[in-house]
């Protein structure tokens, strides 16, 4: 069983900043595609970015590209959604996943490909 402990969800203004970590278990951690989801109030949950085992491949929806980065480190076991320039638009529930195992060069868009997830962190944008 693999679990995933999102952080650093938060209030902020709209063209701040946050950072979301998400910390997992697990001894195979480089083994696990990733990915970070939002579900805003009123909507569907959808794919935000995500990223391969080994962080060489990324993809970004494209209404965070250019202002989201989405990282790991897999010596912590910790995967990161840097968002800047942050909008009232991206207020939503963030969750971290994990696909187990993730091959490699592979990231993956499709919630029902992966295995675990988070619990989920607030990120509120205020106008």
């Known amino acids: 069983q693999v679990q995933l402990v999102e952080s650093g969800g938060g209030l902020v203004q709209a063209g701040g900043s946050l950072r979301l970590s998400c910390a997992a278990s697990?001894?195979?951690?480089?083994?696990?595609?990733m990915g970070w989801f939002r579900q805003g109030p009123g909507k569907e949950r959808e794919a935000v970015a995500a990223?391969?085992?080994?962080?060489?491949?990324?993809y970004y929806a494209g209404s965070v590209k250019g202002r989201f980065t989405i990282s790991r480190d897999n010596a912590k076991n910790t995967v990161y959604l840097q968002m800047n320039s942050l909008k009232p638009e991206d207020t939503a529930v963030y969750y971290c996943?994990?696909?187990?195992?993730?091959?490699?060069?592979?990231?993956?868009?499709?919630?029902?490909?992966?295995?675990?997830w988070g619990q989920g962190t607030q990120v509120t944008v205020s106008s």
């Open positions: 697990g001894r195979t951690f480089s083994s696990y595609a």
């Open positions: 990223i391969s085992r080994t962080g060489g491949t990324t």
């Open positions: 996943a994990a696909r187990i195992p993730g091959f490699r060069g592979t990231y993956y868009t499709d919630a029902e490909t992966y295995d675990y």
